[in-house]
């Protein structure tokens, strides 16, 4: 089954200092993968997303993310972190023939980021 | 402005209780989903719907039901045969009928208590 793997449940970064959020997935084919945002009490936020072409991919916010197939990762980052990127972050597969004919997303997680001063 | 609108924001149930969650979309999107979230589980999938008058069971759809009677409603009935109700409900809209490759557009949520 496909699943998605998220190892950090909780990260702390210092303001202004580079962000990696780790994902990894498991999926037969070429995956449709996506990373949301979620403010506490809120909905999710597309931040980006990687269908095909070129393996880094740059979202919303100054975030961006690159694929990487040999490692089955999409990792996001962030060269300087600012106080209101303070969220929860989860990475996403896009399933193919969910219930053998529909599609659906598959969630990793999160990973709570806190952003120190 | 198009989206999608969640109510009410939070929600209390006593024990035995049936309640509905209100989801709205103005989008104009096909497919329509409901997530539950528990802290630390990540998004968990109760229902989705992908047409009209037609819905399919997620991985936790015991003690929920759902209906899809117009295309920009998809309300959530969280049953007294739920154990543990309390939790974040997202409703969630996609264009198209499957999530592969398209963005998925949430509603707030709506927080569930048990009291």
């Known amino acids: 089954a496909q699943s998605v793997t998220q190892p950090d449940i909780h990260i702390t970064v210092s303001e202004g200092a580079s962000l990696e959020l780790r994902c990894n997935y498991s999926?037969?084919?070429?995956?449709?993968l996506f990373w949301y945002v979620q403010s506490p009490g809120q909905g999710l936020q597309l931040l980006l997303k990687?269908?095909?072409?070129?393996?880094l991919v740059q979202g919303i916010k100054g975030f961006e993310a690159e694929f990487k197939r040999s490692q089955s990762s999409f990792n996001l980052r962030k060269p300087s972190v600012h106080w209101s990127d303070a969220a929860e972050y989860f990475c996403?597969?896009?399933?193919?023939?969910?219930?053998?004919?529909?599609?659906?997303?598959?969630f990793g997680k999160g990973t709570k980021l806190s952003v120190k001063p | 402005d198009g989206g999608i609108t969640q109510s009410p924001k939070y929600l209390f149930r006593k024990e035995g209780q049936n309640v509905t969650l209100s989801c709205e979309q103005n989008?104009?999107?096909?497919?329509m989903y409901w997530y539950r979230q528990d802290p630390g589980q990540g998004l968990r999938l109760i229902y989705y719907?992908?047409?009209?008058?037609?819905?399919q069971k997620g991985d936790i759809a015991e003690g929920y039901s759902v209906s899809r009677e117009k295309k920009e409603s998809f309300p959530l009935t969280v049953t007294s045969a739920q154990k543990n109700p309390t939790a974040f409900y997202l409703c969630?809209?996609?264009?198209?009928?499957?999530?592969?490759?398209?963005?998925?557009?949430f509603g707030q949520g709506t927080r569930l208590t048990v009291v």
């Open positions: 989008l104009n999107h096909d497919a």
């Open positions: 719907s992908q047409i009209v008058n037609d819905f």
């Open positions: 969630a809209s996609i264009k198209g009928r499957t999530s592969m490759n398209t963005e998925a557009f």
């Open positions: 990687y269908f095909s072409g070129d393996t």
């Open positions: 996403a597969v896009g399933e193919m023939n969910y219930g053998g004919s529909q599609g659906n997303l598959i």
């Open positions: 999926y037969g084919a070429t995956p449709y």
